[in-house]
């Protein structure tokens, strides 16, 4: 199991820089999902820890070992390192234990036990050894491409939007077999996409990658509910920014007056709000009124677009339960769960300029 360190580093293609000095720690045993948007890096990131791709400057370590740096160049094959592609890459003519044993040493390759194991380890049943990968759905065979990554035993699993190409159901049950299988194995794992849930719901870590940088690294909870900027928020998940004033721990917007988390200086802010924090009850009941312009129903909840009563025209979107849902033309009671957050006006979080002016 091995921690994996990258500083410095910047690569690109040409004249184009796609890392721009970049700096990452996955610490042993761990996952971190890279999330940004496509063309933002992602894949070239996996190709120079891999050693597909040399970076133009910077150092690479894997389990405390220097494989890519000043004078050092450990090729691809002996970093320890597995790589799951978009597509699985298996090869079609080999069987599903003939793809699992493919990177063994000659003798290991008619290990059966090893390849059982394996089997066991993705949740597939043994009775798909001796299959062929065209008699395999889309997510058994990422389970595969997972299996013969895992074969000889690497301490860091590199997974390259290995669920993107399945569709929903699939793609949930594959994540969760996946990540039950990295977890068995203990191999830190890096796993690079631009699925927003996916990264939330997979990985111990989340690096933010949008102009050759990691915006942000952090928890799940954190990075979501603590983004350092609003195109950090905005990139995470739906959210609701409005005009406001900041004055010691409240900001005033057109929700009124609302408890912000973080110090905040005096001053002219976005507040930025999930639309979850909302909640809707029946009309006075709630911090002030709005009108229901539409509803988008998902089942399991549902986004209502409000138009606010008696402020300067604001649209919001609530996400709530889809249980009782009011209908378009209903005037509701609209109230705000938590502290939200403010960032100075197009700018750091108001709570860092704080932090920057004491120090
Ligand atoms: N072999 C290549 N030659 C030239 N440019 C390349 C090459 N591979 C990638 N690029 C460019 O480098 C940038 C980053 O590409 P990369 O594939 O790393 O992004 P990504 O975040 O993985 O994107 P996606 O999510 O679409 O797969 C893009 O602008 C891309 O066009």
């Known amino acids: 199991m091995s921690e994996v360190r990258l500083s410095g580093v910047t690569a690109g293609h040409g004249t184009e820089t796609v890392l721009d000095d970049v700096a990452l720690t996955v610490h042993e045993g761990r996952t971190t999902a890279v999330l940004g948007a496509s063309g933002s890096g992602k894949t070239t990131l996996l190709r120079v820890i891999a050693g597909f791709m040399r970076p133009w400057s910077g150092t690479v370590a894997v389990g405390g070992r220097t494989v890519t740096g000043p004078g050092v160049w450990v090729p691809p094959e002996r970093r320890g390192v597995g790589y799951v592609r978009q597509d699985g890459g298996l090869f079609p003519h080999l069987s599903v234990a003939g793809n699992i044993t493919f990177g063994l040493p000659r003798p290991r390759r008619r290990h059966r036990e090893r390849v059982l194991e394996l089997l066991d ?189 008696d402020a300067a025209a604001h649209t919001l979107r609530a996400r709530v339960l889809g249980v009782t849902l009011p209908a378009p033309g209903d005037r509701v009671g609209v109230s705000v769960t938590g502290p939200v957050r403010a960032f100075a006006r197009g700018g750091h979080p108001v709570s860092e300029r704080v932090a920057a002016a004491a120090s």
């Open 121 to 309: 380890v993705v949740g597939l049943p043994a009775a798909v050894a001796d299959r062929f990968p065209h008699q395999l759905s889309g997510g058994q065979q990422q389970r595969v491409a997972l299996a013969r990554a895992l074969a000889p035993r690497p301490g860091l699993v590199l997974l390259d939007e290995p669920f993107s190409s399945l569709d929903t159901g699939l793609r949930a049950s594959t994540r969760e077999a996946i990540g039950r299988a990295l977890r068995a194995t203990g191999a830190t794992a890096l796993l690079v996409t631009h699925d927003q849930d996916e990264a939330l719901s997979f990985a111990d870590e989340v690096a933010i990658l949008a102009r050759g940088r990691f915006r942000q690294v952090g928890s799940p909870d954190a990075v979501y509910r603590d983004p350092v900027d609003v195109a950090v928020a905005e990139f995470l998940g739906e959210a609701v920014v409005l005009a406001g004033t900041a004055d010691g721990d409240r900001v005033t917007c057109s929700l009124g007056v609302l408890p912000v988390q973080g110090a905040v200086p005096g001053g002219e802010v976005d507040v930025m709000v999930r639309p979850e924090q909302l909640s809707l009850g029946p009309a006075g009941s709630g911090r002030l009124d709005a009108l229901v312009r539409g509803v988008t129903y998902f089942g399991h909840d549902a986004v209502v677009e409000l138009d606010l009563v």
